[in-house]
């Protein structure tokens, strides 16, 4: 079975170590912003169809 295609467990890490191993292309910082009852984190237009983590910390 194709990788894309299989569920991805996915699980939230809460005050422990963070490791990841994936081809990393960027890592920048911006700002949640409101949008509508929601909220969003804005990228590239380059980046449309790219797999991404959001990593939420404190201020």
Do not use: C, F, H, W
Request: glycine fraction near 6%; avoid cysteine.
């Amino acid at each position: 079975m194709d990788s894309l295609t299989m569920p991805r467990k996915v699980e939230a890490i809460m005050n422990g170590p963070l490791s990841l191993s994936e081809e990393v292309v960027q890592i920048y910082e911006r700002k949640v912003t409101a949008y509508g009852n929601s909220a969003k984190v804005d990228a590239q237009k380059k980046y449309i169809g790219y797999r991404a983590y959001v990593i939420i910390v404190k201020d």
